[in-house]
T-cell receptor, first 109, second 114 residues
Framework: RKEVEQDPGPFNVPEGATVAFNCTYSNSASQSFFWYRQDCRKEPKLLMS???SGNEDGRFTAQLNRASQYISLLIRDSKLSDSATYLC??????????FGAGTRLTVKP | DADVTQTPRNRITKTGKRIMLECSQT?????MYWYRQDPGLGLRLIYYSFDVKDINKGEISDGYSVSRQAQAKFSLSLESAIPNQTALYFC?????????????FGPGTRLTVL
């Protein structure tokens, strides 16, 4: 089993749609969690950290479920500019960061 | 100017050649990392360094070596390149902080080994 698993997609949604991605992780001792965004042929950039109580940043909501070992990212009112690959990142222990393979999102007009 | 820079941005080389990829940062961060990205596999950690005198192996260090010449510089070497080292390589930095330390990535180096 991979340490961090994501549905690779692609997710193709119309503008204005709500879309959700899940990510599962294998190490129950994992300390912290993140969603990064990667545009085609570019470097990953932090989208948001994921806190135990869940957190929201504008149209983006991140949730953590430690009991089931998954995190999620919800995007509301999708924009064309949201088209990218979304990487789930798990800090396994002592800053040993493990990346999922990414979920590709395309938002269409 | 970019905070994390990588040179070269693209490189094509032949099997058996020695290759060095350079990373420099102006963020003043102590921690630096080298990753490779392959389609369908995500980013995998090759080596990381928490300060100038500290070097640690990551998931996939075989076939690679690193040098932390200064706080701002971290280079990755392939002593004898092989085709399965063809990949996109990223350098990253982070502050010496707690669990929620953001990593900042360079623009990447696309390496092709023929």
């Amino acid at each position: 089993r991979k340490e961090v698993e994501q549905d690779p997609g692609p997710f193709n949604v119309p503008e204005g749609a709500t879309v959700a991605f899940n990510c599962t992780y294998s190490n129950s001792a994992s300390q912290s969690f993140f969603w990064y965004r990667q545009d085609c042929r570019k470097e990953p950039k932090l989208l948001m950290s994921v806190y135990s109580s869940g957190n929201e940043d504008g149209r983006f909501t991140a949730q953590l479920n430690r009991a089931s070992q998954y995190i999620s990212l919800l995007i509301r009112d999708s924009k064309l500019s949201d088209s990218a690959t979304y990487l789930c990142v798990v800090n396994m222990n002592n800053n040993d960061m493990r990346f999922g393979a990414g979920t590709r999102l395309t938002v269409k007009p | 100017d970019a905070d994390v820079t990588q040179t070269p941005r693209n490189r094509i080389t032949k099997t058996g050649k020695r290759i060095m990829l350079e990373c420099s940062q102006t963020k003043g961060h102590d921690r630096m990392y080298w990753y490779r990205q392959d389609p369908g596999l995500g980013l995998r950690l090759i080596y990381y360094s928490f300060d100038v005198k500290d070097i640690n192996k990551g998931e996939i260090s075989d076939g690679y070596s690193v040098s932390r010449q200064a706080q701002a510089k971290f280079s990755l070497s392939l002593e004898s390149a092989i085709p399965n080292q063809t990949a996109l390589y990223f350098c990253a930095t982070s502050q010496l902080a707690g669990a929620y330390n953001e990593q900042f990535f360079g623009p990447g180096t696309r390496l092709t080994v023929l």
